[in-house]
């Protein structure tokens, strides 16, 4: 007889929109038990547990605190507003408890350097939610690459944009140094995707963006210089129709992911061509990546294993979006070595 599976008890800190897939991923994972959730607004977290978990016993707090002082609660996803991660995030690492921090983990590296120094202090496990990362058809990807099918990577370029209801822009309508606008929205899933397959430190960005009358970034497009002549192009906005995709080119072919935001349900496509005249077309079985992604984080809290992405890894794209954004303000390429 096989022992039951030890699961890692969990609190949200926030009644946000991502819950509609977080929420039921933590209570379906196989290593995870939802314990509470909270929200500051009275009676959110209740109803955000009915809604997208109907029936489930977890408790319903209606302040931040007491989720951070429930002893049962191991592990805490955080999905407050941008500005908040930073102060949050040490509130919940002082307590003990493991982090899965909703990206962008905090608007500076200095900021990120605390949280790594007080996760090291404390012992616990902490993390950035890009949960796209967790999906198999980024796997089958690299593989093209590892397997040298394209040849070396010489360019990616990453795009996402969806058009957001004017009724949402409260939740970006503040300047980037406060937590708004695009690029720490959807932006720094580009800059992620283009550091996952250009991985080396990037020496310059050059952006440009368009602002609304908050001072938010709206839209950006830029290059990232890698060196050797290995360049990422980024592409993002909420007033163009929906992407999630990106492309590669190497010496020998290429190959793209068409949806990157995957729904559970969805079978993903990958595409890949060479130089010699292959091609393919590849239909991958459906995943879900937030399952996916709550299930290697409790199991890493669990048995005391690094996560897959390392904070240096959430230092390096923070390096990188806040660079896009100072050349986008000032208008000039800004230097990174």
């Not at 929109?17 to 038990?33: F, K, M, Q, Y």
């Not at 294993?305 to 923070?318: F, H, Q």
């Amino acid at each position: 007889m096989t022992e039951p599976t030890r699961k890692l008890r969990w609190g949200i800190l926030g009644a946000a929109r991502v819950n509609e897939r977080l929420l039921p991923a933590i209570a379906e994972a196989h290593n995870s038990e939802l314990v509470a959730i909270a929200s500051r607004r009275p009676g959110a977290a209740a109803a955000t547990l009915a809604k997208y978990a109907p029936g489930h016993p977890a408790r319903a707090y209606d302040s931040l605190e007491p989720l951070l002082d429930d002893p049962s609660i191991e592990a805490v996803y955080l999905p407050l507003a941008n500005q908040e991660h930073a102060e949050w995030a040490l509130k919940v690492i002082e307590r003990g408890k493991h982090l899965l921090c909703e990206k962008p983990m905090a608007l500076s590296v200095a900021d990120i350097e605390a949280i790594e120094a007080a996760a090291q202090a404390r012992g616990v496990a902490v993390m950035e939610g890009f949960m796209y990362r967790f999906h198999p058809q980024h796997a089958r990807i690299l593989r093209l690459i590892q397997d040298g099918a394209l040849g070396e990577v010489r360019s990616v370029r990453a795009t996402y944009s969806f058009t957001m209801r004017q009724a949402r822009m409260y939740r970006v309508n503040r300047v980037p140094d406060q937590g708004g606008g695009a690029m720490w929205d959807i932006g720094c899933y580009a800059i992620h995707s283009l550091r996952m397959f250009l991985d080396a430190p990037p020496l310059a960005v050059t952006a440009l963006a368009q602002y609304n009358e908050h001072g938010a970034d709206t839209c950006m497009s830029g290059v990232v210089d890698f060196g050797e002549g290995r360049h990422g192009h980024f592409d993002f906005g909420f007033a163009r129709a929906r992407r999630s995709e990106y492309e590669i080119i190497g010496t020998k072919g290429g190959a793209k992911c068409h949806t990157v935001w995957q729904l559970p349900g969805d079978a993903p496509v990958v595409s890949w061509w060479t130089e010699d005249g292959w091609e393919g077309v590849e239909r991958l079985p459906p995943a879900n990546h937030f399952r996916l992604e709550i299930e290697h984080f409790s199991e890493c809290a669990l048995e005391g294993k690094a996560p897959a992405l390392s904070l240096e890894d959430a230092k390096a794209n923070c390096r990188l979006a806040a660079a896009a954004l100072r050349s986008a303000a000032t208008g000039k390429t800004e230097q990174l070595a």
